[in-house]
């Protein structure tokens, strides 16, 4: 690894990816929920997003591709990282989203720094727990200065204390790599079988199965690229939540809510015994700080806004009434018994059934979806209605409900499959650009390309499965996109 890195992972690139915390219709969400004022970007109103740490600048692309009349600008450290996405923003004619390659220690003072918009909305995923202090502290110059008021801000991070029982799992695999590999992505490989046979040599430190045998299952079945550049970063440092809100206090963000937005439901996160003790306190971050002791959730997704403007529930509830929801699952698979922090709710079929078969083929007002025929039960709370829906992944804003596909959108789609063909799993999770929804829609990239099919017309899952050379396994998974995804994406505007 080069010297310039100062620490940071740059001689394998990371992967590319999609977080739909990213979404600033979902941080607007985030904070009408509660009970911030925030205006859901629609129509072709313009918008500024800054990215920090955009890596190869997938998220800040598809923004751009879904959002024409916005100006999108993303960063990073990495000047491999800044080449690739400027490449992939030239291929698909993005002219509306800005790559720059900037060290966050010397940023804000740098004269690059007086080009850059202040902006409505700022998006940090996962790198503030693996930058040096000094960066750390040169990102909240650049948010003091580039926040306007009222803007939001997404920041995630590894955090504290879930992290705390696995430092040692990390610290094991940090260090014995380096020493028996040369490349990152080798060395975190090697990291990870030498802390495999500590555990089965019964180390006594690596015996808690909830810090090592588990975690270490799971990390066989991620990508090697993420698991270098989380691992083996010299400053990596999981924080505690009261302290990344200190941080960010000095840029004058006040912490609004959680980017799960489930978790903004204390009763869906918290027993009943251990809400007792949470609401024992009004400091919202001591609140917090019980619920990070409560739950397995070893990274935090957190909402900042610069000047929270508080309104009353009459106000969010009328806000919310004229939000418009599109269908992310089929409407009759909709799950009825869902996972979430507490354990598992049931969810009412009367209710939720009528409402996901009203805007299965098309994005509806909420206020619609809560008259729809059939909807049975209070009528009067949307937020509820809505935290659900889109906090569990069954609905997503539309921002531009009934606007067809768009040029941009589609031209970036059809570079995803070009360049990701090639090297990915069929089955890898990536996203599309929607101009209907402004944001991104996950799904697979057999998905994407079975939508890109049935665009060009062809809906045979015997002829796709023939293009991707696969066999009849494969093919009968080919007929369920075509059965039950493809229904959801033409809604969306995918297709």
């Given amino acids: 690894m080069t010297d310039w890195g100062g620490g940071y992972i740059t001689d394998i690139t990371y992967l590319t990816g999609w977080y739909r915390q990213q979404s600033p219709s979902l941080l607007a969400l985030t904070c009408l929920l509660n009970g911030v004022e925030a205006s859901i970007p629609a129509g072709d109103e313009p918008v500024q997003v800054l990215e920090l740490g955009c890596g190869q600048g997938f998220a800040s692309l598809l923004l751009a591709a879904s959002n024409p009349s916005w100006r999108i600008t993303a960063i990073d450290f990495n000047p491999a990282h800044i080449a690739a996405a400027r490449a992939w923003a030239a291929e698909a ?11 966050f220690a010397t940023l804000a003072e740098d004269p690059l720094a007086r080009d850059i918009p202040q902006a409505d909305f700022v998006t940090l995923h996962g790198i503030w727990s693996g930058i040096a202090p000094a960066a750390q502290d040169g990102i909240v110059r650049l948010l003091r200065d580039k926040v306007r008021p009222g803007g939001v801000v997404h920041v995630s991070y590894n955090v504290l204390p879930a992290w705390g029982p696995r430092m040692g799992l990390q610290r094991i695999i940090h260090d014995s790599g380096r020493l028996l590999a040369g490349r990152s992505d080798r060395q975190v490989e090697e990291g990870i079988k030498l802390a495999q046979g500590l555990v089965a040599a019964q180390a006594f430190n690596l015996r808690n199965p909830a810090s090592t045998g ?4 799971q990390l066989a079945s991620l990508p090697v690229p993420y698991l270098a550049h989380e691992f083996m970063n010299e400053n990596w440092r999981p924080c505690f939540m009261r302290d990344v809100a200190a941080a960010f206090a000095g840029a004058k963000l006040e912490w609004v809510g959680a980017g799960h937005l489930i978790e903004n439901f204390p009763e869906l996160t918290l027993t009943a015994p251990q809400l007792a003790i949470q609401q024992r306190f009004d400091d919202p971050l001591m609140r917090e700080l019980i619920k990070d002791m409560c739950i397995d959730r070893a990274l935090r997704h957190d909402v900042f806004v610069r000047g929270a403007r508080r309104i009353t529930p009459a106000i969010r509830d009328a806000t919310l009434m004229d939000v418009s929801l599109g269908m992310a699952v089929p409407a009759d698979e909709l799950p009825f018994e869902v ?13 939720y059934l009528p409402v996901a078969r009203a805007m299965a083929d098309a994005p509806m007002h909420v206020r619609d979806l809560l008259n729809a025929e059939g909807v049975e039960g209070r009528k009067d709370n949307p937020a509820e209605m809505v935290g659900i829906m889109v906090g569990l992944g069954f609905a997503e ?9 768009g040029a941009a959108a589609m031209r970036l789609n059809q570079v995803t499959l070009r360049r990701m063909m090639r090297t990915e799993n069929i089955n890898r ?12 829609i996950p799904l697979t990239l057999l998905e994407l390309f079975v939508s890109d099919q049935v665009r060009r017309g062809n809906a045979d899952a015997s002829y796709i499965a023939d293009l991707l050379g696969i066999g009849a396994v494969e093919g009968t998974t080919i007929e369920s996109v075509l059965r039950t995804r493809i229904p959801v994406l033409r809604a969306a505007g995918v297709i």
Avoid: H, W, Y
């Fill in 93 to 103: 004619r993005l002219e509306n989203v800005t790559f720059l390659e900037a060290d």
């Fill in 214 to 217: 588990q975690i270490l299952d």
């Fill in 339 to 351: 996972a979430v922090p507490v354990g598992k709710i049931e969810l009412s079929r009367t209710f």
């Fill in 397 to 405: 804003l539309a921002t531009r409900p009934g606007v067809g596909t």
């Fill in 429 to 440: 999770p990536v996203a599309a650009a929607s101009l209907c929804m402004g944001t991104a």
